[in-house]
């Protein structure tokens, strides 16, 4: 609890002759209740992860991948901010590594980064669907996955991008971290395209999966258009 409210006061400023005060955010009227906390967290956080809990496994998926999105929806990842909140790192080493300055969390690594964030933008380019902004790693999840279409196969689908994305993007964060190397967002946009047709190709051995018209319209080579 001390290293929570730590990283929340990081970034504040206090200001002379200015009184102190609580604010409780959704709801600015009333402040904060019991009943209201319960209410968004059973209406948001609850139905989300229930949601999230249906889609988290998928077969074609390999099963480190899987585990690893399901540690990463629970914030169970070892960002800078987790380990500076349990004091295995210092306040001062929770930088993102990306170099944009700002406090590595989970939900900032993976869509707030300004040096990341423009890798959502070509995947949804490459396959043809729309952006999807979300406040959440859970909502941001459940939304990408509906975002190309209703159908199952669709769904299916976008599971499989969105765990490439994530995949790749937390070991470029690790590469970045522990070797010192560094590949740019067209490169990592690469590998995502690389290790989704890899995963469809070894798991389906009889689908009729081309490299290049996969690499131009992964929807149209699976018929999905």
């Known amino acids: 609890m001390l290293g929570e409210c730590q990283i929340l006061l ?17 709801d600015l009227d009333t402040g904060y209740i019991v ?4 209410q968004l967290l059973t209406a948001q956080d609850t139905v989300t992860l229930d949601v999230v809990a249906g889609l988290i496994w998928h ?13 990463l929806l629970r914030d ?8 500076v909140s349990r004091g295995i ?9 990306f170099g944009c300055g700002a406090f590595e969390s989970a939900q900032h690594v993976f869509l707030s980064c300004s040096i990341f964030g423009s890798l959502w933008s070509l995947v949804s380019s490459w396959i043809g669907s729309s952006l999807v902004t979300a406040q959440t790693l859970s909502d941001h999840f459940v939304r990408f996955t509906s975002s190309a279409g209703g159908s199952r196969a669709r769904r299916s689908f976008m599971q499989l991008i969105w765990f490439a994305c994530v995949w790749v993007v937390w070991t470029e964060r690790n590469h970045r971290l522990f070797r010192g190397s560094a590949n740019s967002v ?6 995502i395209k690389t290790f989704s ?3 469809l190709k070894a798991t389906s051995i009889t689908l009729a ?9 992964p929807l149209l080579c699976l018929g999905l258009v």
Request: proline letters at 6%; one cysteine or more; hydrophobic letters at 35%.
């Open 76 to 83: 169970r990842i070892p960002t800078k901010a987790n380990l």
């Open 186 to 191: 067209h490169q990592m946009l690469d590998k």
């Open 89 to 97: 790192l210092s306040q001062e080493a929770h930088y993102c590594v």
């Open 35 to 38: 009943r209201g906390a319960y």
């Open 59 to 71: 077969s074609e998926v390999p099963l480190k991948v899987s585990i690893f999105a399901w540690r």
């Open 10 to 26: 990081l970034h504040r400023t206090l200001q002379d002759y200015t009184p102190d005060r609580w604010q409780w955010q959704p």
């Open 197 to 199: 047709y890899r995963w």
């Open 209 to 217: 999966l081309n490299c290049h018209s996969w690499w131009s319209s």
